[in-house]
T-cell receptor
Framework: AQTVTQSQPEMSVQEAETVTLSCTYD???????LFWYKQPPSRQMILVIR??????QNATENRFSVNFQKAAKSFSLKISDSQLGDTAMYFC????????????FGTGTSLTVIP | GAVVSQHPSWVICKSGTSVKIECRSL??????MFWYRQFPKQSLMLMAT?????????EQGVEKDKFLINHASLTLSTLTVTSAHPEDSSFYIC????????????FGPGTRLTVT
């Protein structure tokens, strides 16, 4: 079974600063995908960034980037130049490549951006 | 991007009654839809996976007779909570994928169910 662990239940960051959210996972699979989703107070799940495990290069999306360490099974999210709109719950998620296609979500990190 | 809607967004029902929640893919054909449940301040828990035209696959511990899932078309899946009880009160979220790999998945806005 796949497990996803987010060890930081709550975090805060000053506006315009940088923050890193941690995520580790446990799997025996070699081909998989990793995702970070944002859930603001509206509860709508929004894709932030994703990474294919076979790609060594870390994914980036504007102010969001990941540090993917496959051997360590670590997938952290860095948010640069934090904005008030980044305040949300952030979920790390794992998806096996191939059959099933279901997400395994971590427990989430509540991020607050302080003005 | 692709849009997934859910209806209703919020529903209150009396204990013992049944309630149906719809999940629609508005601008793509969803071969697979997923239903999640989320308790306050907790993560999303996968309840079941449904493929169009076939029976849903339920996760361990989810009562299939209580949570009826139908995926009758490529744009619509429904979740019916039968004989609802207060402990069924939760936030229900669907996601949909038209991509065989499931890599491209889109979430609905969720439905808040309150059972009184």
């Amino acid at each position: 079974a796949q497990t996803v662990t987010q060890s930081q239940p709550e975090m805060s960051v000053q506006e315009a600063e940088t923050v890193t959210l941690s995520c580790t996972y446990d799997t025996s699979e070699n081909n998989y995908y990793l995702f970070w989703y944002k859930q603001p107070p509206s509860r709508q799940m929004i894709l932030v960034i994703r990474q294919e495990a076979y790609k060594q290069q870390n994914a980036t999306e504007n102010r969001f980037s990941v540090n993917f360490q496959k051997a360590a099974k670590s997938f952290s999210l860095k948010i640069s130049d934090s904005q008030l709109g980044d305040t949300a719950m952030y979920f790390c998620a794992f998806m096996k490549h191939g059959t099933g296609n279901q997400f395994y979500f971590g427990t989430g990190t509540s991020l607050t951006v302080i003005p | 991007g692709a849009v997934v809607s859910q209806h209703p967004s919020w529903v209150i029902c009396k204990s013992g009654t049944s309630v149906k929640i719809e999940c629609r893919s508005l601008d793509f054909q969803a071969t697979t839809m997923f239903w999640y449940r989320q308790f306050p301040k907790q993560s999303l828990m996968l309840m079941a996976t449904s493929n169009e035209g076939s029976k849903a696959t339920y996760e361990q511990g989810v009562e299939k007779d209580k949570f009826l899932i139908n995926h009758a078309s490529l744009t619509l899946s429904t979740l019916t909570v039968t004989s609802a009880h207060p402990e069924d009160s939760s936030f229900y979220i669907c996601s949909a994928s038209g991509d065989p790999s499931g890599y491209e998945q889109y979430f609905g806005p969720g439905t808040r169910l309150t059972v009184t």
